[in-house]
């Protein structure tokens, strides 16, 4: 068995990919136009064959045809598809989570916490396609019925990001399937791997229950094949996850077209700690959230607002958990970081840190690049911890990695103001004891993000809650709870079952 700094090599990193594959039961469409690489040790794995922009119309109209019976199955018919995609993941959790390392360079337990997350919205959206429910709403007229029905919106076009390779997908489309729309998935052009795998499963999964094939398909490439689903108005529904810089690209496409989009996009989430905060649960709650994953969630920790009567406290506490981090192999059992997607995000993590010196911030701990002769290729940095003296433009600003910057406050006001004074409003939570502080965050002038907590960090959402945030992260919302209603189409129905016609408001016409 490895140790956490003996990387494995790229040969066998493919070998265990293409196990993977072959006991999910998919072949990979070889070819020269996309390449599969792992950032383990930063190196080409394989060459792919990329969608063009006719095949990707193509899987359009073939999930349009689908969409015709599809929508009219019964939902709890359309369940048992998704019954069966939940079981494929759990047989092949141990795979799926393989890929989702390899290419993405998660840790063991993230990557199968990852897939758990896929298992747990299948459950979910299986009890869902027995509860799509409308109102019945009080009619002011005499033998009228007013009711509200939910019929499914037609093809989702689900775009991903390279950091949730697999989970963002199952939330999109188990939700969307059992509401009736059927699914084109262009996911992200790092992780081709496990989307293969994912939509493998789909496929038999469809094809064990009698679904149609085009309930779902699966286009490859980078941006351009994004924008072909983007520009197709036989798209109803496009939902992207990714940076708020591709949400203001894709948002306002969709748009001119009057298809709607769904928008999961960039975080710049903080956690408040008051004078009351219980310290210990701070700071593991804290590390996880800063330096779990690389410091690549959209819901990672990037901004602690501390107390000023504690600030010295945590700062000592965090700094010596941060010099604890076993960074390294993410298959090794020990390790609690893996690798950076790419050198180019250290380069970026660098530049950001700069700015932040520049502006008078200290680096109290990390920044290094480590393992850097063993994998000249890979990116394996140190989280970093950098004391700010106030909130500077690189603070409001969303960098992809590991870097927890630390503000102080006074008045809980003050620590508020300077919470919400970011463009993003993913996650964001408050360490304390005194209820009246924590009520006040929660409350309408407390945090304005569409994930606020108590007493535990920004990351690591459960599936039942509904997901997203406002602001620059782009106000959709996936996942659980009501979230299903962004996948339908709502009818507002009247129905008459007098013997005259009455008609609203008093109004009088012929009669
Ligand atoms: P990215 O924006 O570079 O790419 C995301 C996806 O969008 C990729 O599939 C890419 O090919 C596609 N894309 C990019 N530009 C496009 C365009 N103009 N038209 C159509 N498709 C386009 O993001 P990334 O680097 O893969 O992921 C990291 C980012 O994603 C971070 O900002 C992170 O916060 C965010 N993210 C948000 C959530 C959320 O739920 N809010 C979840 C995961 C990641």
């Not at 959206?125 to 409308?134: E, F, M, N």
């Not at 394996?380 to 700010?388: D, F, G, K």
Request: hydrophobic share 40%; charged share 20%.
């Amino acid at each position: 068995m490895s140790d956490t700094t003996t990387l494995p090599s790229t040969d066998s990193l493919r070998e265990r990919a293409l196990a993977s594959l072959r006991r999910v039961g998919v072949t990979v469409p070889e070819g020269a136009d996309l390449t599969a690489r792992t950032p383990i040790t930063g190196e080409t794995l394989l060459g792919l064959k990329a969608t063009t922009r006719d095949e990707a119309g193509e899987a359009v109209a073939a999930a349009a045809a689908a969409f015709r019976t599809w929508r009219t199955t019964p939902p709890p018919a359309r369940g048992a598809l998704v019954r069966c995609l939940g079981e494929l993941l759990r047989r092949h959790q141990d795979d799926l989570a393989d890929l989702i390392t390899v290419e993405a360079g998660k840790i063991r337990s993230e990557a199968l916490g990852e897939v758990q997350e896929m298992i747990d919205i299948c459950d979910f959206a299986v009890g869902l396609s027995r509860q799509l429910y409308g109102r019945t709403i009080a009619s002011e007229r005499v033998g009228h019925r007013l009711a509200e029905t939910w019929h499914p919106l037609g093809v989702v076009g689900v775009i991903s990001a390279f950091n949730f390779p697999a989970a963002v997908w199952s939330w999109n489309t188990t939700v969307a399937l059992v509401c009736g729309d059927t699914v084109v998935w262009k996911p992200s052009e790092l992780t081709p791997l496990i989307s293969l795998a994912c939509h493998g499963l789909v496929e038999r999964a469809a094809e064990e229950v009698g679904a149609p094939a085009g309930v779902h398909r699966l286009v490859l490439g980078d941006r351009t094949v994004g924008e072909a689903l983007v520009d197709d108005s036989r798209v109803a529904l496009v939902s992207a996850t990714g940076s708020t810089r591709m949400g203001r690209e894709v948002g306002p496409r969709v748009a001119a077209r009057f298809g709607r989009a769904l928008l999961e996009l960039g975080g710049n989430n903080a956690s408040v700690v008051t004078p009351s905060a219980d310290l210990d649960l701070a700071t593991h709650a804290v590390v996880f959230a800063a330096a779990g994953t690389a410091g690549q969630r959209c819901t990672t920790l990037r901004r602690l607002i501390a107390h000023r009567n504690v600030a010295d406290e945590l700062i000592g506490r965090l700094t010596a958990a941060y010099r604890r981090l076993p960074i390294g192999d993410p298959f090794h059992e020990g390790t609690l970081v893996g690798p950076l997607i790419s050198t180019g995000a250290y380069d970026i993590l660098r530049q950001a840190l700069g700015r932040a010196e520049a502006d008078g911030g200290e680096l109290l701990v990390g920044g290094g690049r480590v393992l850097a002769d063993a994998a000249p290729h890979a990116a394996y940095a140190e989280p970093a911890l950098v004391r700010m003296p106030e909130q500077t433009p690189i603070v409001r600003e969303e960098t992809f990695a590991p870097i927890l910057y630390v503000l102080t406050y006074d008045t809980l006001d003050e620590a508020i103001a300077l919470h919400n004074d970011v463009p993003q409003g993913l996650s964001s939570s408050i360490f304390t004891r005194d209820q009246r502080e924590a009520e006040r965050f929660l409350a309408a002038d407390g945090s304005d993000c569409g994930i606020a907590n108590v007493n535990i960090g920004t990351s690591g959402a459960e599936i039942g809650g509904a997901f997203g945030g406002e602001k620059a992260t782009g106000g959709g919302r996936e996942s659980g709870s009501d979230a299903w209603r962004a996948y339908m189409r709502r009818a507002t129905n009247t129905i008459n079952y007098g013997d005259t016609l009455t008609l609203a408001q008093n109004v009088r016409f012929l009669g």
